[in-house]
């Protein structure tokens, strides 16, 4: 075979394939006899990779006049720019609204193929900044190959400061553990913070109200869902006021409620003449109601011993 392909000619291929068509100008024309044929696999962004003369020729032929032993071909590749990754993770985090602030500090410098730049929404999510720099570490990927239906993703990441404008309610009385919450003893802040913190942080006093602490807390401190226990309208053990519905009657009854529940949810209650257990729907606190069908047995009934 005459000639070598010299290793500064390197062809560039547009996505994960080469086809013999890619070849074309370093080929003589009688060697392109199936352009669309497909020769192997593009080598990864930055990569070169030497092609054989049987690896295009299929050992089904000799060597046309001209024809090289070899050929080097390399992905049509570039760098990312902060600028890029910049508007990609504005588009992530559009959803968050327009108090926005997003600062790219460190990015990957080598080669990427060329394609759209992918942040899953379930990455922004599990993100947590660094309590020392701030910066949040996410990966994404950038999608190309020739498959439009299924891309190949190549994968890159990103620490960046990202803030956003919340609201988070602070404490500012003492409460011991056991001790119920009082709308006094909270206020709520504007501040800065990572976008999807809300998971953690209360951003609302409204829900707090009666919730009771699991352990000590301090003024100061920013609450989270986690330092409360579930809100309980009727308590374990607590004397409750039972309406009774059946058709036009009400039958109203003191009971004692052996669990507890919030508005809206079931609650076992235990009539103190029978010992009899029955299933009630929890209105407010204290208080809760039966429905019983003209005729029937209330389906939330359960019996007794």
């Not at 996505?15 to 199936?34: C, H, K, N, Q, V």
């Not at 994404?140 to 239906?149: I, Q």
């Amino acid at each position: 075979m005459s000639l070598r392909a010299a290793a500064a000619d390197c062809l560039t291929v547009n996505g994960d394939r080469i086809y013999l068509r890619d070849l074309a100008t370093a080929l003589p024309e009688a060697a392109i006899s199936e352009p669309e044929r497909m020769v192997g696999f593009a080598p990864r962004p930055g990569v070169r990779r030497t092609l054989q003369f049987r690896e295009w020729a299929g050992n089904i032929r000799r060597p046309h006049p001209g024809e090289p032993d070899e050929i080097c071909v390399q992905r049509i590749a570039r760098t990312l720019t902060r600028e890029e990754l910049t508007a990609a993770l504005e588009a992530a985090y559009s959803s968050e609204g327009g108090s926005l602030t997003i600062d790219v500090q460190e990015f990957p410098r080598g080669s990427i193929p060329v394609g759209n730049i992918v942040f899953p929404r379930s990455n922004l999510r599990l993100a947590r900044p660094d309590p020392h720099s701030g910066l949040v570490q996410l990966i994404g990927y950038v999608e190309s190959g020739s498959a439009a239906s299924r891309p190949l993703r190549f994968p890159i990441w990103v620490r960046a400061h990202i803030e956003s404008e919340t609201v988070r309610v602070e404490l500012t009385c003492p409460l011991a553990s056991g001790d119920e919450i009082t709308g006094p003893c909270v206020q709520e802040k504007i501040g800065r913070t990572y976008p999807f913190m809300e998971g953690v942080a209360v951003q609302s006093a409204t829900g707090l109200s009666g919730r009771a602490a699991r352990r000590s807390l301090a003024p100061g401190t920013i609450l989270q869902d986690a330092m409360f226990y579930p809100r309980q309208d009727v308590k374990p053990r607590q004397e409750v006021s039972l309406v009774v519905h059946c058709g036009q009657a009400n039958l109203r009854l003191k009971v004692i409620s052996e669990t507890g529940g919030a508005a809206g949810e079931l609650v076992t209650v235990r009539l103190p003449d029978s010992n009899r257990r029955i299933r009630a729907r929890v209105t407010a606190p204290g208080a809760a109601e039966l429905l019983v069908p003209t005729g029937g047995t209330a389906e939330n009934e359960t019996k007794g011993t």
